[in-house]
């Protein structure tokens, strides 16, 4: 997993989205003028023998590409973390940086996509261009992993190419629909929970509560077997 991650970090496939995390650690937001930008693909975060993954979209201009950690250093990680310690899964309810002490057990986190694309949207070219690092992270967790949850739509459709790189199976058809407290159940393949993503949009407005992702951490520990 240390080399995965060591040779996601150093990946340049896309031209547009190499230069966008580029630029953006370059000028910086003012709030953090003053801080190293890491400016480069965002690896997974978590243990290798997870027995959950949270699976998101893509990492955060000014979170994980200033930080180097998935969800860490803004609104959305905050949001997560706490749930997620809640849910026992996490030993402290806050990510501000890569050296913050934060650990996790029986969890894996990761991203459809590694770089920060500029409005939050990968191209579709992008997409498949990232895949085979998801897959290839998911192949090494393939022998523990019980359950994903996938934090939005893009992470929910990103799962079913999965499906079929990693456990050799074709995918539904049609696609489940993805929906807050979606779940798909396959043989000999992990669960899949659909979960609102934890964005500012959707937190701030009342759309995802706390309860909420209560509720999907819950399901998701007692599918996957973990106390
Ligand atoms: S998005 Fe993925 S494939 Fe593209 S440059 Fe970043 S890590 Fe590489």
């Known amino acids: ?5 060591a040779a996601v970090s150093d990946c340049f496939a896309c031209p547009r989205l190499v230069q966008w995390r580029e630029e953006v650690a370059r000028t910086r937001r003012a709030a953090f003028r003053d801080q190293e930008y890491w400016g480069r693909p965002v690896p997974g975060l978590g ?3 997870a027995r959950i993954a949270i699976l998101g979209l893509a990492p955060a201009a000014h979170g994980g590409n200033r930080t180097g950690r998935i969800f860490t250093g803004d ?3 905050d949001v997560l973390f706490a749930a997620l310690h809640r849910a026992g899964l996490a030993n402290q309810p806050t990510s501000v940086a890569a050296d913050d002490g934060l650990t996790v057990r029986d969890l894996r986190i990761f991203s459809a996509v590694r770089c920060a694309p500029p409005d939050n949207k990968p191209t579709p070219l992008e997409r498949d261009t990232c895949a085979p690092w998801l897959h ?12 994903v949850v ?6 929910w459709a990103a799962w079913w ?16 629909a993805f929906g807050h407290g979606a779940h798909w159940s396959g043989t000999n393949a992990p669960d899949l929970l659909g979960c609102y993503h934890v964005s500012q949009q959707n937190t701030f407005t009342g759309r995802l509560t706390p309860e909420m992702l209560d509720d999907v951490f819950g399901q998701a520990k007692q599918l996957a077997g973990v106390d």
């Open 150 to 155: 996938a934090l939005g739509a893009f992470a």
């Open 161 to 176: 190419p999965v499906l079929q790189a990693v456990y050799g199976q074709r995918p539904p058809s049609p696609r489940p």
């Open 75 to 77: 609104r959305s990680g």
């Open 1 to 5: 997993m240390a080399d995965l991650d």
């Open 136 to 147: 290839r992270e998911v192949t090494l967790i393939r022998p523990t992993l019980r359950v």
């Open 47 to 49: 243990t290798g023998d």
